[in-house]
């Protein structure tokens, strides 16, 4: 078995890691945000976790009222501006902790007086002794190239997060690792073959399925080297739905609230992969992936799951080693 | 000649009446940012938009030390959420000014206290009327589906509120309707026919050029029905790097001041469209587009000329008519 596909496998029991030995640090950074009320929240990150900064902009902002950016870091790194973050929670999400670019902006921000966090695998890492808060993801040891298991410990302790600054969800968070079992054993084997063909391929989701969108668009392009291109669902009708033509293969996550587009999409898009928990979409793909039924707010934590799946059925399709990304290294460094 | 063509080369003049017609409105929201100095600034836009919304976030954060975050509507109109924008300054930026789901997050914002603006070319719409401050573009009627000039003129707007408000930079905006018509004239035709064959296209860039390269991306899949996906050259080498391959083409925009990673990507990118001021970078790309030096901070305004102009030829070479994208409407309403 591939590296990738034994992480994605890991994913349950990862989880209820986190949820175990995670709950301090994050019941700590919970308790400065509640006495120190800032007026915005900046997240900084790249790859993988820029994706769980999209999915903590749309969970912090529905379930806890705070505004959430995602930073630009060249805004510090390559002009040498000084935005104003004195007011801010700046939370750095990393699972190597050593992108410079990354760390620079909490640098940036903890000097400013903001409230800093690192949400990381590695506490040694630069990013962990940039921040004050340090949250842990408990993920172990990823070998992959393709972040699988992070990616989805990054959402967990944002979620974990977001319940302990309302003070519910606990219980919806604690079910979580059972139905993420489901998510790995329905459907048994996933047949790509079909969309094996296209070099190309678009992948909408909108709401709390913004963030899964573009991760399944990031593992597609990083294990099968499919130009995978991700939009929010409204986003792409402002003008990318121009792409659109027969043969264009396309995958909607619509799993848990659907935005009002949807149907009209789905009858534009022919030739369509959806991940949803509801049969009568299912039923209207050329190939349907169930996605276990959760509250919308952790929908992301399951819907992600056959979104990786296919990726990983999609490369073997394609005749390609998933773990091999061409001119990867699992560590990037940017400035 | 096509609308877009026509409105591409209105777009000196369109700059020009901008500059001269457009101060009192900017300077007034200038003197109320000043005055009442926001914790941060939100931007809500979609499509081309979106993409001055992008140029405004390093903008402002860069000359006048703001941070700016994009808004995600969703939160808004999808579940319902009411994110803190009490201290906000909430922008609402759109040609037309109708779209619900923009008009949505002002409306909000406006309700909460925060200072409102609408950047729009109809300051009869909706958005205007929600907003405190009206920011009109002063671009005339837009005919073609892809916008061009009112593009260009949300970006002028932008760079003349930073001007006012940092009270420098006003005579580098005076001289720059004279370097627009420059880009228009040089180089004087483009030939696309190489590009014709690929349904891909990256489309790269950093810093003040992030919304260039996203621009960019966004006229050559609506005119040219090309899955042209754009990214930072940072976000770029953290995963989607591997989907280069012998034939795919890039086109980057390295005008101004170049990332550090710009040489390493350069040598890895074979089939390649470089827009730049720079002779040596324009030398070493199958299609070099001459784009005139600017400062920095107004590089896009320029720099977008030869990418519109692309996108354009690119649509002809593969035999289509970039006044008919498929699939769209001038004004698209999403809620």
Redesign the interface.
């Known amino acids: 078995v591939s590296a990738i596909a034994a992480e994605i496998a890991e994913q349950p029991d990862s989880l209820a890691r986190l949820l175990r030995d995670g709950r301090d640090e994050i019941d700590a950074l919970a308790a400065r945000i509640v006495e120190a009320r800032p ?2 929240v ?1 997240v900084v990150a ?3 976790s ?1 994706n769980a900064a ?1 999915y903590a ?2 969970l ?4 806890n ?6 930073a ?4 510090v790194t ?2 040498g ?5 004195s ?2 929670l700046v939370v750095g999400i990393s699972q190597s902790g050593v ?1 410079p ?1 990354v760390v620079a902006v909490v640098d940036e921000a903890r000097r400013q007086g903001a409230i800093t966090a690192a949400f990381v695998n590695d506490a040694a890492s630069p990013l962990a002794r940039a921040a004050e808060h340090v949250v842990r993801l408990h993920a172990g040891p990823e070998r992959a190239v ?1 972040a699988t298991k992070t990616y989805l410990a990054e959402l967990g302790a944002l979620a974990m997060l977001s319940a302990s600054l309302s003070g519910h969800g606990w219980d919806e968070l604690a079910a979580l690792p059972a139905r993420l079992a489901e998510a790995l054993e329905e459907p048994r084997a996933i047949d790509a073959a079909r969309f094996a063909g296209s ?2 391929l ?1 992948v909408l989701g ?2 709390f399925h ?1 963030a899964t969108a573009f991760e399944i668009a ?1 593992k597609v ?3 099968s ?3 995978a ?1 991700a939009a ?1 669902t ?2 792409f ?9 027969e043969g ?1 293969p396309a995958l909607i996550v619509a799993a848990g ?1 659907t ?3 949807l149907p009209s999409l789905l009858v ?1 898009l022919p030739e369509l992969v959806v991940i949803s928990d509801r049969a009568e979409l299912l039923g209207r793909a050329a190939l349907g992936l169930r996605c276990p039924s959760v509250p ?1 707010w952790l929908s992301p934590l399951v819907a992600i799951v056959p979104g990786q799946r296919f990726a990983v059925a999609l490369a073997r399709a394609r005749g390609l080693d998933p773990d091999a ?4 290294t699992k560590v ?1 460094e ?2």
């Open positions: 007026a915005f900046v790249r790859g993988s820029d999209r902009q749309v912090l902002g529905v379930r009222g705070l505004t959430v950016g995602l630009a870091p060249s805004i390559l002009y501006g000084r935005p104003d973050l007011g801010a992108s670019d393709a070099k190309r678009v909108r709401g913004y990031l392009k990083e294990t080297y499919v130009l291109e929010s409204a986003d009708l402002h003008g990318p739905v121009a792409v659109m033509e264009l609230r935005p009002p587009e534009r919308d990304p061409r001119g990867l990037t940017t400035t």
